[in-house]
């Protein structure tokens, strides 16, 4: 789906929050790579590590919308980050077939 300009409540709600994100990324690597030789090093590797559980999710193919959205909202509360962590590297939900399996046969 493309942002159109049919679409101005859709641009505000995403376009905007997400760009004012980057520019705040962007001027903190540039602030802490300012202030230390290997900062903006560091603030990769935190930006790595606060997505690391939806990277799990994605690479498990399980509850990527969720964790990914629980990620991007509430791990800055760090409880945030363990829900997320704990979704995306528990057991996938019962009763819920995965894809390209035959449904299950009644035995008889």
């Known amino acids: 789906m493309t942002l159109k300009a049919t679409h101005p409540v859709l641009f505000?709600?995403?376009?905007?929050?997400?760009?004012?994100?980057?520019?705040?990324?962007?001027?903190?690597?540039a602030l802490a790579v300012?202030?230390?030789?290997?900062?903006?090093?560091?603030?990769?590797?935190?930006?790595?590590?606060?997505?690391?559980?939806t990277i799990i999710a994605a690479l498990r193919h399980h509850q990527v919308g969720m964790v990914a959205v629980l990620n991007a909202l509430l791990a800055w509360t760090v409880i945030g980050w363990v829900v997320a962590l704990a979704i995306a590297c528990g057991d996938r939900r019962p009763g819920v077939a995965e894809r390209g399996s035959a449904p299950a046969q009644p035995e008889g």
């Open 34 to 53: 300012a202030q230390h030789p290997g900062g903006g090093i560091l603030v990769i590797g935190f930006l790595a590590a606060y997505w690391v559980p």
């Open 12 to 29: 505000w709600i995403l376009a905007v929050p997400l760009g004012l994100i980057a520019a705040f990324v962007a001027f903190t690597i």
